[in-house]
């Protein structure tokens, strides 16, 4: 470990000048009218092996640069969406200008007359698809989430937003991070009105950007591209609302950009389940989880600059306090070989008070073009107070089993610091590379819990049994990875890495179970429900990769052994040392091609080992619920799954029809799964613990069988007659999942068919529609009990509609329509809920916005879901908030630099 640092810090204080360094710049104005042509994407490619070696955009005045560049010959690609690409070749010598370069409009020829199209909606290129925010119709005072949501494949699917079916895990603005991984955050606090475009993509991680080689890695992401005249300035939103039953809402989001120094602050205080800035209190979606009543109070902080010409720095800040108050009923039918139609009911009522923060930061410092050092800590610190209460009864056919009833009173905190340092180097040889690496992780856990429970249990005979107890438990966790790799050219078209990584994640686990009198003070530790852990994970892994790269064509394999040591270690109440050692060839395979610039085909396997958590591994036995114990087991082995993906993208730039399809698959061995003892006699799991007649335990093993296969589609047209944009998704997803009860195993096979239908409209800025509709029906089979097999249908629709009327009067609409079928008796089948606005425009612009809102119209939102397992079918069911009337004001925020002109601030807000 000391010698690799050491060697990090030996290339950072000596580098030699292993070759000379130039200059390339040049300008980039329009071919029309020979003016220069801000914010144009210039790449700077590595010809041999098409590698891109550095990016910028040009400045204000159409001019552009790249330092510390090789000799060497290299192709200079120029982009801007509406515009053809421009390919130029230079061959770097000595400090190199090479002039004007002109960008042409892209036209389509008539009769040779040129006839300029409306704005191109996108193009794809590679895995990138980009669209035009141009072609896209929204209100002036729209999020970047509403121009998101009507681009063709994206969705917002139970709560997330989602890209060619996948979630959306980050955004970035101009290609720097936006409040870190919130995307939530980030989406609410833009405005659309100042988005050029949107590119969709997977990152790769920070390892595989530096090396070149894809390791599986990657974050479905969303790069945010600003308009050049939006990003000195002053803009955001503040908002204001007080209803009926002293419902409120306060909050403001404010950006103030200056080229590359941004700042962003966003604040929000309410009571109406908002958990995230939105000026519109009829959100749905995102913003306004469906659990619960909700109290939040949350600032957020995003800054990001250039410290010179070597430096860029990225950090978010969060700061959150919420009070959710919850009430849930569920019903759970288990799946038992007698058929004795055992079932378990349970009410409970949940105050909980939690107050987070979290930091991101993400530095990085090019000391040349060739050595850069990335560094990317995250902190994060929670606190939770919990005040709780539930009633739980198991019958049968028979009759009653058990009920119990259990308060609960808790504070957790959690303390969390992962760190990843990165360098790397690139020399002078095209393709020759070195990157070093070091990850640590930092995380403490402390729970301190009081809980009185009054059990029944029903069978041989009744017996009463009271616990009054104080559970604590403090969990912390250290771990560090190394890591190097090396790369090589070999040929002009193939290269080949080496690396190696060595890593120790060491948890220590410690919970202590205290009997306690009727005023809370400890008598005796319970040694049955005590115990202290400690677990230690080391792994080494050795890899060899080799790629080989064509114009259209590029492949890469790669083979992993790894070598790890798993060790358990339990001192209380009794000692034990368990030591296993595993040994894995982890293979992996990658090819992309390309067949025009337009359409793209790509496959992906890898195979990856999991080892187990340590709550899965803890053996001390959790009685929080006495009627459902659970417990680890020490015995687990790591898992081992092979994972396979392709996927299909296509864009026809002439009819503006995007398709995307893609087909997926998991084999996991050795998975870690539920094993549940559901007793049908009285069992004795240790001494004075007896898990009664109906109760259950439930530990995790290893069985092997799970795979699964989904694939997924979405097909994206406009509509010409009118002005909209239609897409159609779908898609089949079927599970083999195995499970155990009572030492049988019980295998679930579902099978989910899914599809949806979306009409975004693209009229005006006046007028503003979006419609979706998803459907799912769901098929489960159970192998210990058919009877319990199960078919059940979901369908959802949306509408949201923004109307600006006669004298700037402002009609809003969103409707949510739900429809469940198969659903437990008592559990309501469907849910209508209208939210409705009406208000007006005010001041000069349109800047201010007074209105009438109510949410939930009719009264009958509510919030229904269904879960199955291995074990149980389960329907469950919370509060949510319902009706309720709001006066409400928004003001947006608009003011420009000096130096904007009449006509940016005419084209961005009239």
Same mark, same amino acid.
């Given at each position: 470990?000391?010698?690799?640092?050491?060697?990090?810090?030996?290339?950072?204080? #000596?580098?030699?000048?292993?070759?000379?360094?130039?200059?390339?710049?040049?300008?980039?104005?329009?071919?029309?009218?020979?003016?220069?042509?801000?914010?144009?994407?210039?790449?700077?490619?590595?010809?041999?092996?098409?590698?891109?070696?550095?990016?910028?955009?040009?400045?204000?005045?159409?001019?552009?640069?790249?330092?510390?560049?090789?000799?060497?010959?290299?192709?200079?690609?120029?982009?801007?969406?509406?515009?053809?690409?421009?390919?130029?070749?230079?061959?770097?010598?000595?400090?190199?200008?090479?002039?004007?370069?002109?960008?042409?409009?892209?036209?389509?020829?008539?009769?040779?007359?040129?006839?300029?199209?409306?704005?191109?909606?996108?193009?794809?290129?590679?895995?990138?698809?980009?669209?035009?925010?141009?072609?896209?119709?929204?209100?002036?005072?729209?999020?970047?989430?509403?121009?998101?949501?009507?681009?063709?494949?994206?969705?917002?699917?139970?709560?997330?937003?989602?890209?060619?079916?996948?979630?959306?895990?980050?955004?970035?603005?101009?290609?720097?991070?936006?409040?870190?991984?919130?995307?939530?955050?980030?989406?609410?606090?833009?405005?659309?009105?100042?988005?050029?475009?949107?590119?969709?993509?997977?990152?790769?991680?920070?390892?595989?950007?530096?090396?070149?080689?894809?390791?599986?890695?990657?974050?479905?992401?969303i790069n945010i591209i600003t308009k050049p005249n939006s990003r000195r300035g002053l803009f955001g939103k503040a908002s204001a609302g007080y209803g009926d039953n002293d419902r409120y809402m306060a909050g403001a989001s404010v950006n103030a950009f200056n080229e590359d120094q941004r700042l962003t602050i966003t604040g929000l205080t309410?009571?109406?389940?908002?958990?995230?800035?939105?000026?519109?209190?009829?959100?749905?979606?995102?913003?306004?989880?469906?659990?619960?009543?909700?109290?939040?109070?949350?600032?957020?902080?995003?800054?990001?600059?250039?410290?010179?010409?070597?430096?860029?720095?990225?950090?978010?800040?969060?700061?959150?306090?919420?009070?959710?108050?919850?009430?849930?009923?569920?019903?759970?039918?288990?799946?038992?070989?007698?058929?004795?139609?055992?079932?378990?009911?349970?009410?409970?009522?949940?105050?909980?008070?939690?107050?987070?923060?979290? #930091?991101?930061?993400?530095?990085?410092?090019?000391?040349?073009?060739?050595?850069?050092?990335?560094?990317?800590?995250?902190?994060?610190?929670?606190?939770?107070?919990?005040?709780?209460?539930?009633?739980?009864?198991?019958?049968?056919?028979?009759?009653?089993?058990?009920?119990?009833?259990?308060?609960?009173?808790?504070?957790?905190?959690?303390?969390?610091?992962?760190?990843?340092?990165?360098?790397?180097?690139?020399?002078?040889?095209?393709?020759?590379?070195?990157?070093?690496?070091?990850?640590?992780?930092?995380?403490?856990?402390?729970?301190?819990?009081?809980?009185?429970?009054?059990?029944?249990?029903?069978?041989?005979?009744?017996?009463?049994?009271?616990?009054?107890?104080?559970?604590?438990?403090?969990?912390?966790?250290?771990?560090?990875?190394?890591?190097?790799?090396?790369?090589?050219?070999?040929?002009?078209?193939?290269?080949?890495?080496?690396?190696?990584?060595?890593?120790?994640?060491?948890?220590?686990?410690?919970?202590?179970?205290?009997?306690?009198?009727?005023?809370?003070?400890?008598?005796?530790?319970?040694?049955?429900?005590?115990?202290?852990?400690?677990?230690?994970?080391?792994?080494?892994?050795?890899?060899?990769?080799?790629?080989?790269?064509?114009?259209?064509?590029?492949?890469?394999?790669?083979?992993?052994?790894?070598?790890?040591?798993?060790?358990?270690?339990?001192?209380?109440?009794?000692?034990?040392?368990?030591?296993?050692?595993?040994?894995?060839?982890?293979?992996?395979?990658?090819?992309?091609?390309?067949?025009?610039?337009?359409?793209?085909?790509? #496959?992906?396997?890898?195979?990856?080992?999991?080892?187990?958590?340590?709550?899965?591994?803890?053996?001390?036995?959790?009685?929080?619920?006495?009627?459902?114990?659970?417990?680890?087991?020490?015995?687990?082995?790591?898992?081992?799954?092979?994972?396979?993906?392709?996927?299909?993208?296509?864009?026809?730039?002439?009819?503006?029809?995007?398709?995307?399809?893609?087909?997926?698959?998991?084999?996991?061995?050795?998975?870690?799964?539920?094993?549940?003892?559901?007793?049908?006699?009285?069992?004795?799991?240790?001494?004075?613990?007896?898990?009664?007649?109906?109760?259950?335990?439930?530990?995790?093993?290893?069985?092997?069988?799970?795979?699964?296969?989904?694939?997924?589609?979405?097909?994206?047209?406009?509509?010409?007659?009118?002005?909209?944009?239609?897409?159609?998704?779908?898609?089949?997803?079927?599970?083999?999942?195995?499970?155990?009860?009572?030492?049988?195993?019980?295998?679930?096979?579902?099978?989910?068919?899914?599809?949806?239908?979306?009409?975004?409209?693209?009229?005006?800025?006046?007028?503003?529609?979006?419609?979706?509709?998803?459907?799912?029906?769901?098929?489960?089979?159970?192998?210990?009990?058919?009877?319990?097999?199960?078919?059940?249908?979901?369908?959802?629709?949306?509408?949201?509609?923004?109307?600006?009327?006669?004298?700037?009067?402002?009609?809003?609409?969103?409707?949510?329509?739900?429809?469940?079928?198969?659903?437990?008796?008592?559990?309501?089948?469907?849910?209508?809920?209208?939210?409705?606005?009406?208000?007006?425009?005010?001041?000069?612009?349109?800047?201010?916005?007074?209105?009438?809102?109510?949410?939930?119209?009719?009264?009958?939102?509510?919030?229904?879901?269904?879960?199955?397992?291995?074990?149980?079918?389960?329907?469950?069911?919370?509060?949510?908030?319902?009706?309720?009337?709001?006066?409400?004001?928004?003001?947006?925020?608009?003011?420009?630099?000096?130096?904007?002109?009449?006509?940016?601030?005419?084209?961005?807000?009239?």
């Amino acid at each position: 470990m000391k010698y690799l640092l050491h060697t990090v810090l030996l290339f950072l204080c #000596f580098q030699p000048a292993f070759a000379q360094q130039y200059t390339i710049q040049g300008s980039i104005q329009h071919a029309s009218g020979n003016t220069p042509f801000p914010n144009a994407t210039v790449s700077l490619i590595n010809t041999p092996d098409s590698i891109i070696l550095s990016e910028t955009v040009t400045h204000s005045d159409g001019t552009f640069d790249f330092e510390d560049v090789a000799a060497g010959s290299y192709l200079l690609r120029i982009q801007y969406l509406g515009y053809e690409t421009l390919d130029e070749q230079v061959e770097v010598t000595k400090n190199t200008t090479i002039g004007t370069l002109y960008l042409m409009e892209s036209a389509r020829l008539l009769d040779e007359v040129t006839i300029m199209m409306r704005p191109p909606v996108g193009e794809q290129r590679g895995d990138t698809t980009q669209f035009n925010a141009a072609a896209f119709q929204t209100m002036k005072d729209a999020t970047a989430q509403n121009l998101i949501e009507k681009m063709p494949g994206m969705g917002n699917e139970d709560g997330s937003l989602q890209a060619q079916g996948e979630n959306i895990t980050q955004i970035l603005v101009d290609g720097k991070p936006f409040f870190g991984t919130d995307v939530k955050a980030a989406l609410q606090n833009l405005p659309a009105e100042i988005i050029q475009s949107i590119q969709v993509f997977d990152k790769l991680s920070d390892k595989a950007e530096l090396s070149g080689f894809d390791d599986g890695e990657r974050l479905k992401t969303i790069n945010i591209i600003t308009k050049p005249n939006s990003r000195r300035g002053l803009f955001g939103k503040a908002s204001a609302g007080y209803g009926d039953n002293d419902r409120y809402m306060a909050g403001a989001s404010v950006n103030a950009f200056n080229e590359d120094q941004r700042l962003t602050i966003t604040g929000l205080t309410n009571n109406i389940n908002a958990v995230d800035y939105s000026a519109d209190p009829n959100s749905q979606g995102e913003v306004r989880p469906q659990n619960g009543i909700i109290n939040t109070n949350r600032i957020g902080v995003n800054y990001t600059d250039n410290w010179g010409e070597k430096v860029e720095l990225n950090a978010s800040y969060l700061f959150n306090h919420r009070k959710n108050f919850g009430e849930s009923s569920l019903f759970r039918e288990y799946v038992l070989p007698d058929d004795d139609g055992q079932r378990y009911t349970e009410s409970s009522t949940n105050t909980r008070r939690n107050m987070e923060h979290r #930091f991101d930061m993400r530095f990085e410092y090019n000391i040349d073009s060739n050595n850069r050092i990335l560094f990317r800590p995250n902190f994060s610190a929670e606190l939770d107070k919990e005040s709780s209460f539930f009633t739980g009864n198991t019958s049968a056919n028979s009759g009653p089993m058990n009920q119990t009833e259990n308060r609960r009173q808790a504070t957790n905190s959690d303390i969390d610091f992962d760190s990843r340092l990165y360098y790397s180097r690139r020399f002078a040889k095209p393709g020759r590379s070195l990157r070093l690496g070091l990850e640590t992780g930092n995380h403490k856990n402390d729970d301190d819990a009081d809980r009185q429970a009054a059990n029944i249990f029903y069978d041989p005979a009744e017996r009463l049994e009271n616990i009054s107890q104080n559970i604590v438990r403090v969990r912390k966790g250290f771990s560090w990875e190394a890591s190097a790799s090396y790369t090589e050219p070999i040929g002009k078209r193939g290269m080949v890495e080496l690396e190696y990584e060595v890593g120790n994640r060491k948890d220590d686990s410690d919970q202590l179970t205290y009997d306690t009198d009727e005023m809370g003070n400890r008598l005796r530790i319970d040694t049955m429900l005590s115990n202290t852990f400690n677990s230690k994970y080391l792994a080494q892994e050795a890899e060899i990769g080799y790629q080989y790269a064509l114009e259209k064509l590029r492949v890469q394999v790669e083979a992993e052994f790894q070598h790890a040591q798993l060790t358990n270690d339990q001192e209380f109440p009794r000692t034990f040392i368990l030591h296993r050692t595993f040994r894995s060839v982890l293979p992996s395979a990658r090819i992309d091609y390309e067949f025009t610039d337009s359409k793209n085909l790509e #496959f992906d396997y890898d195979a990856r080992t999991n080892a187990p958590s340590i709550g899965d591994l803890q053996g001390a036995i959790d009685n929080s619920n006495p009627l459902h114990l659970r417990t680890g087991n020490p015995n687990l082995d790591q898992s081992y799954s092979n994972r396979f993906r392709l996927r299909y993208r296509s864009y026809n730039p002439q009819t503006e029809r995007s398709f995307f399809a893609q087909v997926q698959s998991s084999l996991t061995s050795n998975n870690v799964v539920s094993s549940t003892t559901i007793a049908s006699e009285p069992i004795e799991l240790a001494e004075g613990i007896v898990l009664e007649r109906g109760a259950q335990l439930t530990r995790p093993v290893n069985l092997d069988g799970y795979w699964d296969l989904r694939s997924y589609f979405h097909y994206g047209l406009p509509v010409r007659f009118l002005p909209s944009n239609f897409n159609v998704h779908g898609g089949i997803r079927y599970s083999h999942s195995p499970g155990m009860i009572n030492d049988e195993i019980n295998t679930v096979n579902s099978m989910r068919y899914s599809g949806g239908l979306s009409l975004s409209s693209n009229i005006s800025d006046r007028i503003d529609f979006n419609i979706w509709t998803r459907s799912s029906f769901n098929n489960v089979e159970n192998s210990l009990r058919p009877t319990l097999n199960n078919n059940f249908f979901n369908q959802s629709t949306r509408v949201n509609y923004n109307w600006i009327l006669w004298q700037n009067l402002v009609y809003r609409l969103d409707l949510n329509h739900q429809f469940n079928t198969g659903l437990s008796e008592g559990y309501d089948n469907s849910i209508f809920l209208v939210n409705m606005a009406i208000g007006k425009k005010l001041l000069k612009n349109e800047r201010a916005e007074v209105s009438v809102n109510v949410y939930d119209l009719f009264g009958q939102n509510n919030n229904i879901q269904r879960d199955i397992t291995e074990t149980y079918i389960q329907d469950s069911q919370s509060n949510v908030l319902q009706r309720y009337f709001m006066l409400s004001f928004t003001y947006n925020i608009r003011h420009f630099a000096s130096g904007t002109t009449v006509d940016d601030y005419e084209e961005l807000y009239n």
